[in-house]
C-alpha cells in the first residue's frame, strides 16, 4: 500500500458534523469553562498541520471537547491519540469518535494539570534529549486560565525532562489568547518581552504559527488566539535550575520600566543589597542601565550564573524573598512586632 492510500485508509468514515454532535448531546459550552469551540474543519486541520507530520504518532491532545481537533489529528494519520477532557458531557461524543476510529483513541476524564503524562505513553518510543523528538506531540486548544498555568508547568518539566518530556523532546502545538502567545515569541527589546518570553525562549526553539479572529470561535471570545509551537532546545539557553532562573527573571521584571539593576537589588537583603548588586552585575558583565525588556537572553544567563555564585558563597541568599521581607515588615507594624521575631517565626 502507498503512503497516500495509507493514509487514506486511516481517515475517518462519515460521522455527523461537530455542529450536529453539539446539538445531539446539547453541549452547551459553559461559558464559566471558557469554552469556545472549533467547528471549521479547515482550520482544526491548519491548526494539526502546524505539529508537523502526524503520521503513525502518538498524540496527547488536551481538552478535546465536541472534538473538532480531534477528528483532524485522526485524518492526519495519528496512530495513538490519548485525549484529556475535564467535563464529562463531552465523553459521549468523543467514544463516538473513538468507535470511528477503532484502537486508535484512548479517553482519559480527567484534569491535564493533574493528568500523570509520564505515564500515558509506552516507553519504547522515548528518544534520548540529545536524539531528534521523539513521535510524540501534544496538541491542544484550551481555556486561556488553563493553558498560561500549564505552559509554565510544562517550562518546569523541560527543564527537568519529567512529564511528557520524559520521552524526550516532545513537541507542543497549543493556542493562547493573542497577547500570551505575543509575550512567548517577543524579541528583545519589544514592547510585549517579559517573563514569559525568557522562560519559555531559554528552553524551547518557539514559533508563532498564525492568528485565529476570535469570531472562528462558538460562542466568540473577546480575543483573537495566537496558535505557537515549541520544540524543546537540545541544551537549554541557561544551564541553572528552573527555579533559580524564574526567581532572577521574575525580580527583574517586577521593574518593567526602570534600569534591570533595580530588580536585581530586591535579590538581596537590604544590608549586603548595593555591594551584592554591584558585584553581580560587574560579573555578568552587564550594563545597570539596561531595561528588563532589552535584556538578551545571553545578558540574563550571566546574571543568574552571577547570582549562583554568589549562592554557592552565601547559601542563605537562596531563600531570601524580597516581596517576603515587605509582607512581614507589613505584619510586624500592624501588630506592633519587631519584623525580626516574625521572620524568625
Ligand atoms: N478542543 C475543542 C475545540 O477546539 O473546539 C474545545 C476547546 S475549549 C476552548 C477547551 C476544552 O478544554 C473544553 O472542552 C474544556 O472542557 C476542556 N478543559 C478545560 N480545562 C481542562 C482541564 N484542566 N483539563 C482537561 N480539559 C480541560
Not at 469551540?37 to 507530520?53: E, P, S, Y
Not at 485525549?83 to 480527567?110: M, T
Not at 466568540?220 to 520544540?231: A, I, M
Not at 524564574?246 to 526602570?258: A, H, L, S, T, Y
Amino acid at each position: 500500500m502507498s503512503a497516500s492510500q495509507k493514509l487514506a485508509s486511516l481517515r475517518l468514515p462519515p460521522l455527523p458534523t461537530v455542529g450536529e454532535l453539539i446539538k445531539l448531546y446539547n453541549l452547551r459550552a459553559e461559558k464559566q469553562l471558557s469554552q469556545n469551540f472549533l467547528l471549521d474543519l479547515k482550520l482544526t486541520d491548519k491548526i494539526v498541520r502546524q505539529a508537523g507530520c502526524l503520521k503513525d504518532a502518538h498524540v496527547c491532545e488536551v481538552g478535546p471537547g465536541p472534538g473538532g481537533l480531534t477528528r483532524s489529528i485522526l485524518n492526519a494519520g495519528a496512530a495513538d491519540l490519548l485525549v484529556v477532557e475535564k467535563d464529562s458531557r463531552f465523553i459521549p461524543g468523543l467514544k463516538l469518535l473513538s468507535e470511528a476510529a477503532p484502537g486508535r483513541v484512548r479517553i482519559v476524564h480527567g484534569d491535564i494539570l493533574t493528568y500523570r503524562m509520564d505515564r500515558g505513553f509506552p516507553r519504547d518510543i522515548s528518544k534520548k534529549w540529545h536524539e531528534d523528538p521523539p513521535n510524540l506531540h501534544i496538541i491542544g486548544n484550551l481555556p486561556f486560565s488553563v493553558s498560561t498555568p500549564l505552559i509554565i508547568k510544562w517550562l518546569e518539566n523541560i527543564a527537568n525532562q519529567s512529564g511528557p518530556f520524559a520521552y524526550g523532546r516532545t513537541r507542543l502545538t497549543l493556542t493562547f489568547q493573542k497577547e500570551v502567545a505575543e509575550r512567548l515569541t517577543a524579541s528583545t527589546g519589544s514592547r510585549q518581552r517579559s517573563r514569559l518570553s525568557i522562560m519559555a525562549q531559554y528552553l524551547c526553539t518557539i514559533h508563532s504559527c498564525f492568528t485565529i479572529p476570535g469570531r472562528a470561535f462558538v460562542p466568540k471570545p473577546e480575543v483573537d488566539v495566537g496558535v505557537v509551537h515549541f520544540t524543546p532546545l537540545v541544551k537549554a539557553q541557561i544551564q541553572q535550575p528552573f527555579k533559580l532562573v524564574e526567581k532572577v527573571v521574575r525580580n527583574v521584571f517586577q521593574f518593567r520600566r526602570k534600569h534591570c539593576h533595580k530588580g536585581i537589588e530586591k535579590l538581596f537583603p537590604e544590608a549586603c543589597r548595593p555591594e551584592m548588586t554591584q558585584e553581580v552585575m560587574q560579573r555578568a558583565d552587564v550594563d545597570p542601565a539596561l531595561r528588563p525588556t532589552e535584556l538578551t537572553i545571553p545578558q540574563i544567563r550571566a546574571l543568574a550564573d552571577a547570582y549562583a555564585h554568589l549562592c554557592t558563597l552565601e547559601p542563605d541568599l537562596q531563600s531570601y524573598e524580597f516581596r517576603e521581607e515587605l509582607r512581614l515588615k507589613h505584619l510586624s507594624r500592624q501588630q506592633g512586632t519587631p519584623a525580626a521575631t516574625l521572620a524568625d517565626t
